[in-house]
């Protein structure tokens, strides 16, 4: 049974996140941008600039869009997960920590009620845990050159 998609305005989701004690603010600079955060979790959400009544009535767009995905919030930075197989590390341009399972836990819970107050689905596989943002695991540098040398030579 397909899930049903509550369409709310970008004002609405804003009221509905700061009536739920999400921390909501504008970004300075940045037009249009929001940073949420609640549970030492935050994202960057937007205005969706293609929405419109069309699209909204074909149920392909939404009237909000994740400029950045949910992150710990690191040095004042929202993090992306990473995994790189034996251990999940938060990553940012100037800090790599561990991510600690009580971590992981309050970004899932955050995810989980972001979407809920923007209308969108919770997915199966989101709904089991948290998601990184990338998987590094069995990457070794030069393994992938190395590889597509040998099969050039076939």
Known sequence: MRTKITVRTFEQVLQILRDNQFDVRDLPGVAGQVAVGKYGAAAVLARNPKYSAKTAADGEQH????????????????????????????????????ATADALKS????????????GEPSLYNESLGTVSNSYMYDRVKGREAATTAASDHD
Not at 64 to 83: E, H, K, M
Request: glycine share 6%.
């Open 107 to 118: 970004i899932h819970r955050f995810s989980e009620e972001l979407r809920e107050a923007i």
């Open 63 to 98: 009237p909000v869009i994740w400029i950045t995905p949910p992150g710990w919030v690191l040095r004042g930075a929202i993090s992306r997960l990473v995994d790189h197989g034996n251990q999940k590390l938060f990553e940012t341009p100037t800090a790599r920590i561990a």
